[in-house]
Nanobody, 113 residues
Framework: EVQLQAFGGGLVQPGGSLRLSCEAS????????MTWLRQVPGKGPEWLAV????????LYTDSAKGRFTISRDNAKSKLYLHMSSLKPEDTAVYYC??????WGQGTKVTVSS
C-alpha cells in the first residue's frame, strides 16, 4: 500500500524557518514526480512545488518561489520542504503527494507571534 506521511510542522514565529519531511513507502519512490500542497480550512488546496523523479528539476508557485525549497533523497524515500521567511498566511496543513493523485498524511504549520 502506498503510504505518505508528512512531519515537522509546528508553531513558528513570522520570519522564521521550518523544514518539513515526508516519508514514503509502498512504491518505487525514485520513479515518481513528487509535490507539496497546502490547505487552509474553508479554502481549496494550493499547489506549492514539484520535483521530478531524479531531483534535478523543480518548479514553484508564486507563493513559494524564493522562500521554499523542495528536495528529495531517493535512497531514503524522503521528500523535503524547507520554508523560510514564513508569514502568517503560510499557516495551513501541508501535504506531500505522489504526482497529484495520491495525498499523504498532512502536518500542520502555524505561523504566529
Amino acid at each position: 500500500e502506498v503510504q505518505l506521511q508528512a512531519f515537522g510542522g509546528g508553531l513558528v514565529q513570522p520570519g522564521g524557518s521550518l523544514r518539513l519531511s515526508c516519508e514514503a513507502s509502498g512504491f518505487a519512490f525514485g520513479s515518481y514526480e513528487m509535490t507539496w500542497l497546502r490547505q487552509v480550512p474553508g479554502k481549496g488546496p494550493e499547489w506549492l512545488a514539484v520535483i521530478n523523479n531524479g531531483g534535478d528539476s523543480t518548479l514553484y508557485t508564486d507563493s513559494a518561489k524564493g522562500r521554499f525549497t523542495i528536495s528529495r533523497d531517493n535512497a531514503k524515500s524522503k521528500l523535503y520542504l524547507h520554508m523560510s521567511s514564513l508569514k502568517p498566511e503560510d499557516t495551513a496543513v501541508y501535504y506531500c503527494t505522489r504526482g497529484l493523485g495520491v495525498w499523504g498524511q498532512g502536518t500542520k504549520v502555524t505561523v504566529s507571534s
